[in-house]
């Protein structure tokens, strides 16, 4: 990926399938079906991941699906570096801030490639090309989020306007700002525009990088985040987040 930092991915299998009910269910959601081909979107993703290095996957799931996410592990004969279990949901930045942790305690220079588990990437080369990209624009202190060409109006995404190219990596750019779930209109002037992208949820960034401004802007989160790890427990193969503590972090 680079030559001189190591590259850790981190799934992200929360959800509580409610989009595709009743085929995607709470108990089994989205990710762990194998709606794109014989694997599950979950294990695709390991895969995926596994292309672009070789340091084993951390995985953040809820406490109802640890059993499942182990087993698929084990199906296509890969280990976690750690599954995490969070006690409640709190959206995306309080695991990345936990990833962060537990990837900085390792390894300081470390970067994080942040990967929600239901996606379907056709073009697997192509997404190889972008996070080298990424990759070189986080080990110089940039935070990479992906963004998706996007094909329709579509007024349930978020989107990303992209500003100029950055120098060194002129295939990645700076964020102009971001835009939640457009009208439709508005959607269809993004995509007259050309400037505009679907925000993927996925990032790239420096462990170290992410924590310096998670804790200038949001210290408390950062602190309840550290204080639900280390009050942690194992559980076999599982780590478990404190519940008290890991609850008072903001979603």
């Not at 595709?20 to 989205?30: C, D, E, H, T």
């Not at 081909?37 to 996957?57: C, N, W, Y």
């Not at 998706?148 to 990303?160: K, L, S």
């Amino acid at each position: 990926m680079t030559s001189d930092l190591r590259l850790y991915p981190v799934i992200l299998s929360g959800g509580s399938g409610t989009r595709l009910w009743p085929l995607s269910r709470a108990a089994f959601p989205k990710q762990l079906l194998p709606l794109h081909s014989e694997l599950s979107l979950f294990q695709e993703t390991v895969q995926r991941a596994g292309q672009l290095t070789t340091e084993a996957p951390i995985v953040i799931c809820n406490d109802d699906h640890r059993f499942l996410i182990a087993q698929q592990l084990q199906d296509i004969g890969l280990e976690a570096r750690n599954i995490v279990l969070e006690p409640v949901g709190r959206n995306t930045a309080p695991a990345a801030i936990l990833a962060s942790l537990m990837v900085a305690e390792d390894d300081k220079d470390g970067l994080v490639l942040l990967l929600p588990s239901d996606h379907v990437i056709v073009d697997v080369p192509m997404f190889r090309n972008a996070a080298s990209e990424a990759a070189k624009a986080a080990a110089n202190g940039k935070l990479v989020t992906f963004g998706i060409v996007p094909t329709e109006p579509n007024t349930g995404y978020g989107y990303i306007r992209k500003g100029g190219s950055i120098a060194g990596t002129p295939d990645a750019f700076v964020v102009e700002r971001f835009v939640e779930k457009p009208d439709r209109e508005t959607a269809e002037s993004y995509l007259t525009s050309g400037d505009y992208y679907w925000n993927s949820g996925m990032f790239l960034f420096a462990a170290k990088t992410l924590l310096e401004e998670a804790e200038r802007l949001q210290p408390a989160m950062v602190e309840a985040v550290r204080e639900a790890w280390k009050k942690g427990q194992r559980d076999l193969h599982f780590l478990r987040l404190d519940k008290d503590t890991f609850a008072t972090a903001p979603s």
